[in-house]
């Protein structure tokens, strides 16, 4: 599959969204990382291994997906590592390094080719501009087209597919909060008051439509 990055406010559902996706996968193996500011590309470059076979081939030292036929890096939030004096973010230049050219020193400078790898990654955006939706509902939040770049280098954002999703519209919610109570309170009893009282107040709320 093709390298990409989800990008939107914080709040749009990027994280459900492509943890609900990736259960889907078959003969793939998953690796996330919940990215920090201390996040540094040891920490990718053990993820991987951990989920790899370390192979010697005639072209030197292979990582290949131990279960599978892909292994897939979920790095959440990948606008939290921190950028060096040079202004360099260590963690994206190793994964920039990895989607150019299929591999990365390790730290004893040996190249080490990956096989068989997807990445894909959140961000959430920093600068965000209100547009109106086509059906006027309600305002969406729409991506500066220069807000990567204040994060990623353009070199970086031209090797990936970038997917923006703004907040999810007032129609949608209700259809998930709907969906979310019913769910929890379908093993109790149709009459016990509390919780129809609950329910006649979302409702006047307007939460359930």
């Known amino acids: 599959g093709e390298h990409f990055l989800l990008v939107g406010p914080e709040g749009a559902g990027k994280h459900m969204l492509l943890r ?3 259960k889907k996968q078959v003969n793939s193996e998953i690796a996330e990382v919940n990215c920090s500011t201390q ?3 040891s920490v990718l470059a053990d993820s ?3 989920h790899s076979m370390i192979l010697s081939s005639a072209h030197g030292r292979t990582l290949r997906p131990k279960h599978g036929n892909k292994l897939i890096l979920f790095l959440s939030d990948l606008q939290l590592p921190r950028a ?3 202004d360099t973010v260590e963690a994206v230049a190793f ?9 990365f020193y390790d730290i004893d400078l040996e190249w080490t080719i990956v096989e068989g790898i997807q990445i894909i990654a959140t961000i959430v955006s920093q600068d965000q501009i209100q547009d109106n939706n086509q059906n006027n509902e309600r305002n969406q939040t729409n991506l500066k087209s220069n807000s ?3 994060i990623l280098s353009p070199r970086f954002i031209a090797n990936v597919r970038v997917v923006s999703i703004p907040h999810p519209l007032e129609r ?3 259809l998930v909060y709907t969906q979310f109570i019913e769910a929890s309170i379908k093993h109790l009893k149709h009459n016990n008051i509390f919780i129809i009282a609950l329910l006649h107040g ?3 709320d307007g939460l359930l439509g």
């Open 20 to 22: 609900d996706a990736l």
């Open 39 to 41: 996040t540094s590309a």
């Open 48 to 50: 991987l291994k951990q």
């Open 84 to 86: 060096d004096k040079y």
């Open 95 to 103: 994964i920039h390094q990895l989607i150019t050219y299929g591999g």
């Open 148 to 150: 990567l770049e204040s």
């Open 172 to 174: 949608s919610l209700q």
């Open 202 to 204: 979302i409702q006047q």
